[in-house]
């Protein structure tokens, strides 16, 4: 059975940092891709930020570009968040979930077939 299980979440004031992690027990790790998506109360899930399979090739939402970096270690089996500068907007329900191998960088929440349940982000003012 397929586990996606989410950590790092919590409470971090504006500008603060704060890394997420993302622990998989989808077998062969290395061959699934892995995105991060995030929910904020009564908004849509959107997509964050993607690390492919393979030669982890990344992609990220233009809104945390340049602040938010993905990054995978196939050993640990695990892929993280690392998450900067955090601003109000940036709170919500942070999901990591995995689809297997693929040929893009996929951001739609229906091009992935395993989910986490969630870690939750405060930005505080």
């Known amino acids: 059975q397929v586990q996606l299980v989410e950590s790092g979440g919590g409470l971090v004031q504006a500008g603060g940092s704060l890394r997420l992690s993302c622990a998989a027990s989808?077998?062969?790790?290395?061959?699934?891709?892995i995105g991060w998506f995030r929910q904020a109360p009564g908004k849509d899930r959107e997509f964050v930020a993607v690390?492919?399979?393979?030669?982890?090739?990344?992609f990220y939402a233009d809104h945390v570009k340049g602040r938010f970096i993905i990054s995978r270690d196939n050993d640990k089996r695990e892929v993280y968040l690392q998450m900067n500068n955090l601003k109000p907007d940036d709170a919500a329900v942070y999901y990591c979930?995995?689809?297997?191998?693929?040929?893009?960088?996929?951001?739609?929440?229906?091009?992935?077939?395993?989910w986490g349940k969630g870690t939750l982000v405060t930005v505080s003012t």
């Open positions: 690390i492919t399979w393979g030669r982890s090739g990344t």
């Open positions: 989808v077998d062969p790790f290395s061959r699934y891709t």
């Open positions: 979930a995995a689809r297997h191998a693929g040929s893009e960088f996929y951001t739609s929440t229906r091009d992935y077939n395993f």
